[in-house]
């Protein structure tokens, strides 16, 4: 249990001075001279290339081995000079010499199995590493393709959104436009329902104007009447015409009103159709305006059938008017008979 302990601090403290020899010795090849002479001498421990490597990790896998070899050679030098000393004695030169040599054989061997076992390793290395870079260019290689194809999708994708952009602002002057048409056409309609509604009170005004004409031409036919009354027998015949002419006046009238009132009734139907049309077809400049002339021919008949209708009132009232003086002329008549007959 304590062995364990006292191996880590013995690695503890190889690592230390290893560090210690880093920094007292830049030169890689000198590094691990000095390193093969510390774990020889001060720690005891047979170094190795393998081991020189994995403690110093300078240089390439031959440079550790180079070195080893080198040690050994110079050990081996300064044992022959210390075995070949003349003041030792024969049996202990020769045991001397083969106790150096079997530590160089035992050390050779377990160098060239280090070396192997570090070259082993350093070739599966070597193919691990090509491996890792061919696996690593197939990925670079669908890394490349990917990105071309992103890129590719992302040039479509941007040719598409300025298709888009422009496309919107397209659209968004077309809806402008028809914004535009559409209040205007608009303002067209506000503007022929004024003139509807101003031909309406027209309308309304000029009818006023029939009926209180039409009353007051009942008024002095019924004076006329009650004048007629008074007069001889004769007169009654004339008064008789004149109830006539009222009563076909008052017919007149009437077919007027009843006329302008279907007029006014066709009016409005084809005011609700052309509204209708003008939100169904707003749009269409062309049809609103067509309806528009429709329109203004429709109200110039309107008041000519107006003008019509006021015109044989007036001759009517124009035709009582000339019978009043007939009737004056025959009762002077019949005064200047009566004066004959009494002289």
């Known amino acids: 249990m304590d062995i364990a302990p006292s191996a880590d601090a013995a690695d503890a403290a190889v690592t230390a001075d290893i560090e210690r020899l880093k920094a007292a010795h830049p030169k890689t090849r000198e590094l691990y001279r000095e390193v093969c002479a510390l774990l020889f001498f001060r720690y005891g421990i047979t170094p190795t290339a393998n081991r020189l490597y994995q403690l110093v990790r300078r240089g390439s896998m031959g440079t550790p081995t180079a070195v080893l070899g080198e040690f050994w050679a110079e050990l081996r030098e300064k044992s022959r000079v210390r075995i070949d000393h003349p003041d030792l004695p024969a049996d202990l030169q020769a045991a001397a010499g083969e106790l150096v040599a079997t530590l160089w054989t035992r050390s050779t061997a377990s160098a060239q199995v280090a070396l192997e076992a570090l070259r082993v390793e ?15 260019e197939g990925e670079l290689g669908r890394t490349e393709t990917a990105l071309e194809q992103r890129t590719s999708a992302l040039l479509a994708a941007q040719v598409r959104i300025q298709e888009l952009e422009q496309g919107q602002a397209a659209g968004e002057a077309t809806r402008r436009a028809l914004e535009a048409e559409i209040s205007r056409l608009q303002d067209e309609n506000a503007a022929r329902d004024r003139a509807l509604a101003q031909a309406r009170a027209d309308f309304s005004e000029e009818l006023e104007k029939l009926r209180a004409s039409a009353g007051l031409a009942e008024e002095r036919l019924r004076a006329t009447g009650k004048r007629a009354l008074l007069e001889i027998e004769r007169e009654r015949v004339a ?96 005064k200047a008979a009566s004066a004959k007959k009494a002289g």
């Open 122 to 136: 350093a070739e599966a290395e070597k193919v691990v590493a090509q491996n890792a870079v061919t696996s690593m």
């Open 239 to 334: 008064s008789a015409r004149l109830q006539k002419e009222l009563d076909a006046a008052t017919r007149r009238t009437e077919q007027g009103e009843a006329r302008h009132r279907s007029e006014l009734q066709a009016v409005q139907a084809q005011l609700a159709d052309a509204r209708h049309q003008a939100g169904v077809l707003e749009g269409s400049l062309v049809a609103v305006r067509d309806a528009s002339a429709g329109y203004a021919r429709e109200l110039g008949l309107l008041r000519q059938q107006m003008a019509g209708t006021v015109a044989p009132r007036n001759s009517g009232r124009k035709g009582g008017s000339v019978t009043v003086p007939a009737r004056k002329q025959s009762r002077a008549t019949r």
